[in-house]
């Protein structure tokens, strides 16, 4: 069994104490926030928990084995980066650091001690999006095309990251999933409609090898909440949408073909299917998979490389923000 301390009970934090606590694999022993009303919240539900201000003596105690970070982006390097020194396995909240220089020091240092360096990037453990690797692999989609995504929302407006660091690193997390290859440059453009605060609706774009290309849009003014991306291929066309309460991937044998150079393309229209896939919480798959790779020494399918990869890519497009959009090389 895992004992382990959660650093952070605000928005996500709960949600990481119930599932942790929901296995028989982990024993939540602390859990420490700045906060006395986040404290009061989490003694009332959490009783047995060590509920505490300092994080300090979750890195001080030598019973502890792994700490779950879930605070802003500016405190996960100083906090990850102790809990590594201290000789504790780290699973950290999306995303990995503020700047690639602290992403980088983290992946080296837990390298450096053999601890395990988990990002908390849930997407990547859902049901619908296992699957789809999975079809991809098998070459049920044939040739990539495209990948399209919108993530949008009325609010919530963050105060230390802009809206492609809140949101785009989710769909990030489901291309560095999905795909063996990576991107070879960006461009983001963006706006900030208030004033002093951050770009709160913006649009990425990743260049691939071979004319893959990826687009997301990502916005906290919407008026309506979706979190849907198309991934379209040769043979088939994916389609996932989080926000259907049951079928939320579905295949579409549609597409264009392109007999040879100079013919008229011919239009495919096929059948639409829903395939099976776990509709388990995809934050209980992930909490299991990261205590099964503690237990056997194995690096988790986003862990700290994972991170770095994605925090490269969201540094290079807020460089490309403030350039009015110009493509940035990865």
């Known amino acids: 069994m895992t004992i382990l301390g959660v650093i952070g009970y605000g928005h996500w934090g709960p949600n990481l104490v119930r599932n942790f606590m929901a296995s028989r694999e982990a024993r939540v022993a602390y859990i420490s926030d700045r906060d006395p009303a986040r404290r009061d919240k989490a003694a009332a539900a959490c009783p047995g928990v060590a509920v505490v201000a300092d994080p300090g003596l979750i890195f001080q105690d030598p019973a502890i084995e792994a700490v779950i970070i879930a605070t802003p982006v500016n405190t996960h390097f100083p906090l990850a980066l102790e809990a590594l020194i201290h000789g504790k396995h780290v699973w950290v909240e999306k995303p990995l650091a503020a700047t690639v220089a602290e992403a980088e020091s983290l992946v080296l240092e837990a390298d450096k001690r053999g601890l395990l360096l988990h990002v908390d990037h849930t997407l990547a453990y859902s049901g619908a999006v296992r699957k789809l690797k999975r079809l991809y692999e098998a070459g049920v989609l044939g040739e990539l095309y495209y990948y399209d995504s919108a993530r949008l929302n009325l609010g919530l407006f963050q105060s230390d990251v802009d809206v492609l660091w809140d949101l785009a690193v989710h769909d990030l997390a489901v291309l560095f999933h999905l795909l063996p290859v990576r991107p070879q ?119 700290g490389r994972i991170g770095l990869s994605t925090v490269r890519v969201l540094e290079a497009a807020s460089r490309s923000l403030g350039l009015s959009g110009a493509l940035q090389e990865l």
């Open 185 to 303: 440059a960006v461009s983001a453009q963006g706006a900030a409609h208030f004033a002093g605060r951050t770009v709160n609706t913006a649009f990425l774009t990743l260049f691939y090898p071979r004319d893959f290309i990826a687009h997301i849009n990502v916005s906290w003014l919407s008026p309506l909440k979706v979190r849907r991306f198309i991934l379209a291929g040769s043979a088939q066309m994916a389609v996932y949408d989080d926000m259907e309460p049951a079928e939320k991937l579905r295949l579409f044998d549609k597409g264009v073909d392109c007999p040879a150079p100079g013919l008229a393309l011919v239009y495919r229209t096929g059948e639409t299917r829903s395939p099976e896939y776990s509709s388990r919480e995809p934050l209980a798959l992930e909490v299991e998979h990261f205590l099964h790779c503690l237990a056997n020494k194995i690096p988790t399918i986003t862990d």
